[in-house]
Nanobody, 126 residues
Framework: QVQPVESGGGLVQVGDSLTLSCTASGEDFSSYAMGWFRQATGKGRELVAA????????KYDDSVKGRFTITRDNARNMICLRMNNLKAEDTATYYC???????????????????WGQGTQVTVSS
């Protein structure tokens, strides 16, 4: 069972930038899509950004397009989420998710059923 581990959350001001990182143990990291979900208080979990197994395909929620960038480093079994121009509504717990389906093109769907990390809190203060 792969267990992603997130880091990099914290308290920032509106307009600031923050980078979240996630490492995942296990073989064949480069064969699986990865993603970031978030959950704000009182709301459901939503997919923020996802990246396919080789990094050539990425998907973003409309609310973060142009502000967030997801990248991966398969040599280090790591993904990152660079968040720029943060808004108060970005406040949430952010979860890193490791897909369980090898090399799928429908990774935005399959990630919902992947292996989830414990989450890291991002708080954007105005």
């Amino acid at each position: 069972q792969v267990q992603p581990v997130e880091s990099g959350g914290g308290l920032v001001q509106v307009g600031d930038s923050l980078t979240l990182s996630c490492t995942a143990s296990g073989e064949d990291f480069s064969s699986y899509a990865m993603g970031w979900f978030r959950q704000a208080t009182g709301k459901g979990r939503e997919l923020v950004a996802a990246i396919n197994w080789d990094g050539n395909s990425t998907k973003y929620d409309d609310s973060v397009k142009g502000r967030f960038t997801i990248t991966r480093d398969n040599a280090r079994n790591m993904i990152c989420l660079r968040m720029n121009n943060l808004k108060a509504e970005d406040t949430a717990t952010y979860y890193c998710v490791h897909d369980r389906v090898v090399g799928t093109s429908t990774y935005c769907y399959s990630l919902k059923f992947g292996s989830w990390g414990q989450g890291t809190q991002v708080t954007v203060s105005s």
